[in-house]
């Protein structure tokens, strides 16, 4: 069966330190990837996805960025982290395009202070 | 671009109660459209979707919902609300012509009182 995995948990980074977040899928081959951000508890804003190796679309300018090393590994980062990157970071993966579901990491809770 | 609305942030119901949630949508071409749910500091939990075929949709947890085209609608619902239900819920949609991505409503807090 396939399962997602995220971590950390939670994380609590001064301003303009790095970020690495990941997210690694198993039990499956060549997923759509995607990482969202939920700021206060409410509407999911998508960051980044990806369909392959290297394939990064980015959705919203920011000071983030995402990379995709291996086909089931997908890296949210950071240089210099803002007050602003604050909020929860879900990993997601899927299969194909259209109708199929989408299947959520346990999230991060990033704390930047 | 495709967009999906949840006009209400907060639903109250009580237990027992018939429980409603609303999503609309907007998109070029045929939609397929999705409801997840979120427990507290939990990743989301995919609930049911609608691909194609019959209007009214069957998921988990005796939840369902109902396309309807021509109000570009796909609302939630559930016949009898349980204190459990209490969580957070998105509605979802994805087009061929938006590609691989699916976007969000804001979402919609259910609070079922005992």
């Known amino acids: 069966s396939q399962t997602i995995h995220q971590w950390p948990a939670t994380l609590v980074q001064p301003v303009g330190s790095p970020l690495s977040l990941e997210c690694t899928v198993e039990?499956?081959?060549?997923?759509?990837l995607y990482w969202y951000r939920q700021a206060a508890g409410r509407g999911l804003q998508l960051l980044f996805y990806s369909v392959g190796i290297g394939q990064i679309s980015s959705e919203v300018p920011q000071n983030l960025s995402a990379s995709r090393p291996q086909d089931r590994q997908f890296i949210l980062s950071s240089k210099k982290l803002l007050l602003s990157d604050s909020g929860f970071y879900l990993c997601?993966?899927?299969?194909?395009?259209?109708?199929?579901?989408?299947?959520f990491g346990s999230g991060t809770q990033l704390s930047v202070l | 671009a495709q967009s999906v609305a949840q006009p209400e942030d907060q639903v109250n119901v009580a237990e027992g109660n018939p429980l409603t949630v609303k999503c609309t949508y907007s998109?070029?071409?045929?939609?397929?459209l999705f409801w997840y749910v979120q427990y507290p500091n939990r990743g989301l939990q995919f609930l049911l979707k609608?691909?194609?075929?019959?209007?009214l949709v069957k998921g988990s947890y005796g939840f369902e919902a109902e396309f309807n085209k021509s109000q570009t609608s796909f609302h939630l619902k559930k016949p009898s609300a349980l204190v459990s239900d209490s969580a957070l819920y998105f509605c979802?949609?994805?087009?061929?012509?938006?590609?691989?991505?699916?976007?969000f409503g804001g979402g919609t807090r259910v609070l079922v009182k005992p």
């Open positions: 609608y691909i194609t075929g019959d209007n």
């Open positions: 979802a949609v994805r087009s061929k012509a938006a590609g691989n991505k699916l976007t």
């Open positions: 039990g499956t081959s060549n997923p759509n």
């Open positions: 997601a993966w899927s299969i194909g395009q259209g109708g199929e579901k989408l299947f």
């Open positions: 998109v070029s071409g045929n939609p397929y």
